[in-house]
């Protein structure tokens, strides 16, 4: 039995090499990898009794690494804002753009530090009385 390569399948293929595919974390979304460094003291078969101890590791984990954490949410939030061109309000009809504030508070507010880079989005482009009604009905 012969198998035949047809030049279509090649054309596709090349297509999308020539697509850069590394344009922001919307079109490539990055599954979080969790690096926990393992103490010594845990190469034994873990017990209910460790459960404690276990979890003030890794609640003192978060806390010293909260701020890291948000300032790099806070970069990607607001590097996706701008390549996602959701900065142009003006370009929607002036009674949709509060419809879209809360869209984009609903959609890209799920960390402190894109919360931080979203208000100050909304801060920068949205007038005075377009903000309070928002934050009102928020």
Known sequence: MLLFVTNKALTSRSLDDSIDRKQGSTHLP???????????????????????????????????EAHAQMQKDYKRTHDDL??????????YHKSNRGNMIRIYHSYLENTPGSKKALNELCERVAGVDTKSSINSTI
């Open 82 to 91: 701008y390549r996602m061109q959701l900065d142009d309000l003006d370009s």
């Open 30 to 64: 990055k599954f979080p990898c969790v690096n926990m460094r393992k103490p010594a003291e845990y190469t034994r078969p873990l017990t209910m009794n460790d459960v404690p101890r276990i979890r003030s590791f890794i609640r003192s984990r978060y806390t010293t």
